[in-house]
């Protein structure tokens, strides 16, 4: 069968976006591997097999691309070829014969305790909008373990000041409800108090936080007020917007906050993403054993 190459790629993407739900990062990252997938058959699916797709991976190995990369690369395969065949473009769905590629899980690196108090210490401020706003998203990051997507998407309205909770909506369009503290509440006051309206133009919508020219603020600029941040506490691990969140779940954990309770608040689909937690808590312990236990 003679396929256009752009009309299988342009329904491919059309199926993640409106039917998978997919994140656009995780769109993009989709879309080049079977870009470079149809590469390497030249266009053709005719005669696609496991042996093919295997031999493409191995190509891809050899080639010296990390375990996440041939993990999320084998999960992609299986997800387009599953697809083709549905659409009647493959007699059979090779990909299922495709094993499932596991990355090796890394612990995160995140802030102890004191270390995130001194991250969210607020340095003396003249009340400029800008610190205003940095001071509410590193609270909010900190106090909901949101992702940095989650934070950027985030309008006025999502904001509940009497409940104290933020309605975010997360992986594959799922909303859910994020409690928060006094302090968080405190820096929002604030900052749309007397920082949002200074920034606010025509086209800056309901978006809640915003950047210097009144648009919604983009992902790049949290990353930068992040790291900033962080760089100013000795001692502290480099990290951005995704640490403060592993932090906060750790720090839940570490507090008696169950498993169950903080997967839900950060919104993982499965309760294996959230048990990594427990991981990075029994490390830190070790390593304080290790250090204060004279017979260690």
Request: proline share 5%; hydrophobic share 40%; with cysteine.
């Amino acid at each position: 069968m003679d396929l256009d190459v752009g009309e299988v790629l342009s329904a491919f993407e059309a199926h993640l976006r409106f039917e998978r739900n997919m994140s656009p990062h995780t769109v993009r990252a989709y879309m080049g591997d079977v870009t470079a997938l149809l590469g390497y058959l030249d266009g053709h699916l005719d005669g696609v097999d496991v042996t093919t797709l295997r031999g493409w991976l191995a190509e891809q190995h050899d080639a010296g691309k990390a375990r996440a990369t041939l993990a999320r690369r084998t999960a992609c395969i299986r997800t387009f070829t599953a697809f083709c065949h549905r659409q009647g473009w493959l007699p059979n769905d090779p990909g299922l014969l495709l094993g499932t590629a596991k990355a090796p899980r890394r612990l995160p690196s995140v802030l102890d305790q004191e270390q995130a108090r001194e991250v969210l210490d607020a340095p003396p401020s003249e009340g400029e909008p800008r610190d205003l706003r940095d001071q509410a998203l590193l609270e909010l990051l900190y106090a909901t373990g949101i992702r940095v997507s989650e934070l950027c998407g985030l309008d006025v309205d999502d904001v509940d000041r009497d409940r104290r909770v933020v309605r975010v909506l997360g992986k594959g369009r799922k909303e859910r409800s994020v409690p928060f503290g006094g302090p968080a509440l405190r820096a929002l006051d604030r900052w749309c108090v007397h920082g949002r309206p200074l920034w606010v133009r025509g086209g800056s919508g309901p978006a809640l936080f915003l950047g210097v020219r009144g648009g919604r603020i983009d992902a790049g600029t949290v990353r930068r007020v992040v790291h900033a941040r962080v760089r100013q506490v000795e001692g502290a691990p480099d990290m951005g917007p995704h640490g403060l969140r592993h932090s906060a779940a750790t720090h839940l954990l570490e507090g008696g906050a169950d498993l169950r309770s903080v997967q839900e608040l950060l919104g993982h689909a499965s309760l294996n993403s959230t048990q990594i937690y427990t991981h990075v808590s029994i490390e830190r312990l070790r390593s304080a054993y290790r250090q204060a236990h004279p017979r260690a």
